[in-house]
């Protein structure tokens, strides 16, 4: 090629950037979908908002990306959420923290699955349907607890640190042999009918609320007991591969989960509604608003208290790596938020 033929090549080039009418290939194409496995309850509301209002949809378009679907799917075991992620089958999951820690845990080196952020603070309670347990020490042999996933879940967790809290050091494992994991509203059924094996499920809202309704349901004990106030109930994770490969469509799953933290604060009872009609739940709206309301909820992508679960799972085996700092567990897109 004649250093003539060569220059005006370049000055094409140069032309046709400037007019925006060549773009490079397929270098920095990003996936035109994206998938969310989530699991069921208030935790995950800004996942249900971001359904209904199409709000990755919206930020993928500001971020340049025309032709992106979101797709949700409800899974009610957050191992499976996991497994989901692992397997190709889903490029998000969304569960409780301690699922999201043993994934981080278990994956360091390998698919590397970490945080984009946290998504809420809430209660979680124990709820039972025998009057005579008051306490962890009512339990038998005979009664069966359910949790979302055994040794695994929230719930599970948390059963463990009250466990230790009650029995002493070295006795967190010693409720587990009751634990059945249920998806929720099978463990809500299963409580209220009472008669089946489960007497007692460790559930989040609104199913417990929904059990408390009935008048031969009580609480036993809520999360925050253990934990000693507030902390954050579940997060959102994803691989350093789609992160990485996917950089402005990741940015807009965070601004869309952003955009539906302040749509909640904001419009509560919205929020409720949409919550009733994609989940069907049978709870009122009234109820649904003052759960989503709740002075003790909090919706938020800064996580809060996250390191007294990555101390307790690292001190009992459940991890094999102990965290430093929260921003261990999270990709570098919230380092500068405040969380704890």
């Known amino acids: 090629m004649t250093t003539a033929r060569f220059a005006g ?12 009418l060549f773009r490079p290939a397929a270098a920095h194409a990003e996936a035109t979908e994206v998938r969310f496995a989530r699991n069921l309850g208030l935790g995950y509301l800004q996942l249900y908002v971001m359904q209904d209002k199409g709000l990755v949809e919206k930020h993928a378009r500001a971020a340049g990306l025309d032709d992106v679907k979101a797709s949700y799917t409800a899974i009610g075991n957050p191992s499976t959420i996991t497994e989901s992620l692992l397997s190709g089958n889903a490029d998000f999951g969304a569960a409780g923290v301690p699922p999201f820690i043993i994934a981080w845990d278990k994956t ?5 699955l970490r945080g984009l952020a946290a998504l809420n603070a809430q209660p979680a309670y124990l709820n039972t349907n025998r009057p005579e347990i008051r306490s962890l020490k009512d339990f038998t042999e005979k009664d069966r607890i359910v949790v979302p996933s055994v040794r695994a879940s929230y719930q599970a967790i948390v059963l463990q640190m009250a466990a230790e809290q009650t029995f002493g050091p070295g006795e967190h494992a010693r409720l587990d042999p009751l634990t059945v994991s249920l998806a929720h509203p ?3 059924a299963a409580l209220l009918s009472g008669k089946t094996e489960i007497t007692a499920h460790f559930t989040s809202p609104p199913f417990q609320d929904l059990q408390l309704k009935d008048p031969k349901i009580h609480k036993v004990l809520s999360s925050y007991d253990v934990l000693g106030g507030a ?14 490969a996917n950089p402005r469509l990741t940015r807009a799953v965070l601004a869309a989960l952003d955009e539906a933290v302040g749509f909640i604060r904001a419009k ?5 509604e949409i919550y009733i009609r994609l989940d069907n739940s049978k709870l009122d709206l009234d109820t649904v608003e003052r759960l989503i309301a709740d002075p003790e909820v ?3 992508s800064e996580p809060l ?3 007294k679960f990555t101390d307790f799972m690292a001190r009992i085996g459940s991890i094999r790596n102990r965290p430093a700092r929260w921003q261990e567990l999270f990709f570098a897109d919230i380092h500068d938020r405040a969380g704890s």
């Open 9 to 20: 090549r370049r000055l094409l080039l140069g032309a046709l950037l400037a007019a925006g």
């Open 108 to 112: 360091r080196g390998n698919a590397d």
């Open 186 to 188: 099978d463990g809500t």
């Open 231 to 244: 902390g954050t109930f579940s997060a959102i994770w994803t691989s350093a591969k789609f992160h990485d």
């Open 268 to 272: 509560p009872r919205e929020a409720a």
């Open 298 to 300: 909090r919706y938020a």
């Open 305 to 307: 208290g996250i390191q």
